[in-house]
Each structure stands twice: as C-alpha cells, then as structure tokens.
C-alpha cells in the first residue's frame, strides 16, 4: 500500500498548481479520499475530499471557491487544482482516505507528502 504526491513547487501569490497523488498495491475506488497539508508550526489539516462516486466533495472554508478535487478511476489517481494561492496555502500536502472531514480510521501509510510554497 503506497500512496504517492507529486506537483508542488514554488509558485508566486495568485498562481496555480496542481497536485496529484497515486496510489500503488491497492485501488482507490474503494475509498473516499482527500487532501491534508501541514504548515510549519501547525498541526496537519484538512483541506478537500471526495467521494466514491467523484460526485461529492467538501473544503476546508480557507480553501474553498478556490481549490477543486477530483479523482481518476482509471488511472487511480486523485488531484487537487489549486488556483488563487496565498501565502497561507504554504505546506506539505498529503492525501489518505478520508471518512468526512477525517482520516480513516487505521490508515497510517502516509507518502512523503508534497511541498507547496506561496511566496513572492
């Protein structure tokens, strides 16, 4: 069970990234899934999820009308367009399967994670 995240980088304010995150030795349809980050001196947070289907999602209020999720079955990959960024949005993301706003219950194979910094 691996889950890998990809697409951070440094981006001025305003700018646009978009993440990814996919997983190995196991399929992500099973799951719904969503996207943490972690910012220096802070604890780990959620920032967006979705649902089985790819119909439902929810965002953190910080993040939404700005970040979209969405997942794709066929290549069992989950993404996160993040556009409007502020320096704020600054961390390392992660994803997890996610039951509501939460983490599920026992999973403890978190990736690498991905940096993503906001600054000018």
């Known amino acids: 069970v691996q889950l890998v995240e990809s697409g951070g980088g440094l981006v001025q304010p305003g700018g646009s990234l978009r993440l990814s995150c996919a997983a190995s030795g196991f399929s992500l349809d099973h799951y719904s899934i969503g996207w943490f980050r972690q910012s220096p001196g802070k604890e780990r947070e959620f920032v967006a999820a979705?649902?089985?289907?790819?119909?439902?999602?929810a965002y953190s209020d910080s993040v939404k009308g700005r970040f979209t999720v969405s997942r794709d079955s066929a290549r069992n990959t989950m993404y996160l367009q993040m556009n409007s960024l502020k320096p704020e949005d600054t961390g390392v993301y992660y994803c997890a399967p996610t039951f509501g706003r939460a983490v599920r219950t026992g999973f403890d194979s978190w990736g690498q994670g991905t940096q993503v910094t906001v600054s000018s």
């Open positions: 979705v649902d089985l289907s790819g119909r439902n999602t």
